[in-house]
Nanobody
């Protein structure tokens, strides 16, 4: 079963924090590098952070989020998390988790429903 379920988004003021979670329901992605992607309305999804597979995963971050976001995974629970601190308005968007490199956009590739993050005062 290929299913990714993202959650944890919401409305937060600048400087606030959120923790996003992604459940790999069917365990199909446990042996893959994974990423969190952000999509702003009308634009393509862009990579925000990614994490390697294996027993000692390593995170990598896009420049604007480096030092503020932390990606992690729990292979026993098939979850990938993104902890976001010091959120800024430019972090606003719909967040998706998926394998890295990413699949094509839908309908050619599978993507979950995403979770919306809005940073606004």
């Amino acid at each position: 079963q290929v299913q990714l379920v993202e959650s944890g988004g919401g409305l937060v003021q600048p400087g606030g924090s959120l923790r996003l979670s992604c459940v790999d329901v069917g365990g199909m992605f446990s042996r893959l590098d994974m990423g969190w992607y952000r999509q702003v309305s009308g634009e393509q999804r862009e990579l925000v952070a990614r994490i390697t597979r294996g027993a000692n995963p390593t995170g990598w971050y896009e420049g604007p989020v480096r030092g503020r976001f932390t990606i992690s995974r729990d292979n026993r629970k098939n979850t990938i998390s993104l902890h976001m601190d010091n959120l800024q308005p430019e972090d606003t968007g719909d967040y998706y988790c998926n394998r890295y490199p990413p699949p094509p956009p839908p309908p050619s590739g599978y993507w979950g429903q995403g979770t919306r993050v809005t940073v606004s005062s």
